[in-house]
């Protein structure tokens, strides 16, 4: 199955003109990105809200999340796991982008198997969406 991210057509694989990103510069950008940021930092809080409160069974909890969340990151980056949560963050946008590249579906880079379709890299358009945080 082809991940289609998004697309216009009821049927993507007849599609001619394709929209292809780059899964390492979205996860780089993404993760780096002002909305990451924000989950990390609210989760800090709130862990050292409850080490504060004496609640360690909360604060290992939240820790847990944390480890887990960098594992899929890991595994996100090793090919090993979806983009659900970059994709979900991003789905409000795709149809701008594919408007603006012209292109009918945006897949992953390397992952359509019709290699006679004309692939159109928009990367940097969708990276354009999110907002590094401020270091």
Do not use: C
Not at 21 to 41: G, N, Q
Not at 46 to 52: G, H, I, L, P, S
Not at 74 to 89: E, F, K
Not at 108 to 130: C, H, K, R, S
């Amino acid at each position: 199955m082809v991940p289609t991210w998004y697309t216009t057509l009821s049927t993507p694989r007849t599609a001619e003109r394709i929209g292809t990103v780059d899964r390492t510069d979205l996860l780089i950008a993404y993760y780096a990105s002002a909305e990451w940021d924000a989950v990390l930092k609210e989760m800090r809080a709130e862990r050292d809200e409850a080490e504060a409160a004496g609640d360690e069974a909360r604060a290992e909890e939240l820790n847990a999340k944390g480890q887990a969340l960098q594992d899929v990151a890991h595994r996100q980056l090793a090919g090993r796991a979806p983009l659900t949560n970059i994709l979900d963050s991003l789905d409000d946008v795709l149809p701008d982008v594919a408007r603006r590249a012209g292109v009918e579906i945006i897949v992953e880079e390397g992952t359509w198997p019709n290699e006679d379709a004309q692939f159109v890299d928009v990367t940097e358009m969708l990276l354009e969406y999110i907002e590094p945080a401020k270091r």
